[in-house]
């Protein structure tokens, strides 16, 4: 999976440039937050480097991330509240 970097346009108004990054960060924005954990989630979604936290059917979380070939999970525990 290849790291995309952007680039800023050259020659273009202020106003196109500030459209431009709002809209990058509500692709980041879209990206890990793609919706509520305990909602049924679509297998086929999103895109390769998409993360999204996942509520089970059990009650535990797992965090999930989207790779080119599906998605991935990592079983999360809970960490006890310090005092």
């Known amino acids: 999976m290849a790291i995309s970097k952007k680039r800023a346009p050259k020659g273009d108004s202020i106003e ?11 692709e980041i924005i879209n990206s890990v937050n793609q919706s509520e954990s305990s909602k049924e989630r679509e297998s ?8 999204r936290l996942a509520k089970l ?14 998605w991935v999970s990592a079983t ?3 960490k006890e509240k310090e005092n």
């Open 57 to 70: 059917s059990n009650g535990t979380y797992e965090i999930q991330g989207k790779t080119d070939e599906g």
């Open 44 to 51: 086929y979604s999103g895109k390769s480097g998409d993360l």
């Open 76 to 78: 999360m525990t809970f």
């Open 16 to 26: 196109r440039l500030m459209n431009q990054v709002y809209t990058d960060i509500n």
